[in-house]
């Protein structure tokens, strides 16, 4: 049996207004036609939403990015909730893997 590889994704860096931190998010824009698209295309997904998370994520805080396809979310807050965060990003039903970067550790979760 052999093993299909997907396409390594590319990183792109995301351009968010008003976000102090440099930050670029692997997508996939062959396999997803909407956020990794986006993404690639604007460096942005769902500008409104992401600027409400910008406005109400504080250290300290727990975020649960339940569906979290790519990661998007759960890597800004990653950085916005500071050293005692927890952002976890969930994604059950299409089995992907999210990565999150604490400052002081890896996260890898999902199958």
């Not at 998010?25 to 396999?31: D, I, K, R, W």
């Not at 769902?46 to 406005?55: C, G, H, N, Q």
């Amino acid at each position: 049996m052999t093993d299909v590889l997907e396409p390594i994704p590319k990183a792109h860096r995301l351009a968010i207004p008003d976000f102090p931190h440099h930050l670029t998010v692997a997508v996939h824009p062959a396999n997803d036609e909407h956020i990794s698209a986006e993404i690639a295309a604007r460096g942005i997904w769902e500008p409104d939403e992401t600027a409400f998370i910008l406005k109400a994520v504080r250290p300290g805080d727990t975020f649960v990015d339940v569906g979290a396809n790519i990661g998007y979310f759960t890597l800004i807050v990653s950085r916005l909730a500071g050293d005692a965060q927890v952002a976890i990003g969930l994604n059950r039903a299409t089995r992907k893997s999210i990565n999150t970067r604490t400052r002081d550790e890896s996260v890898r979760l999902g199958k």
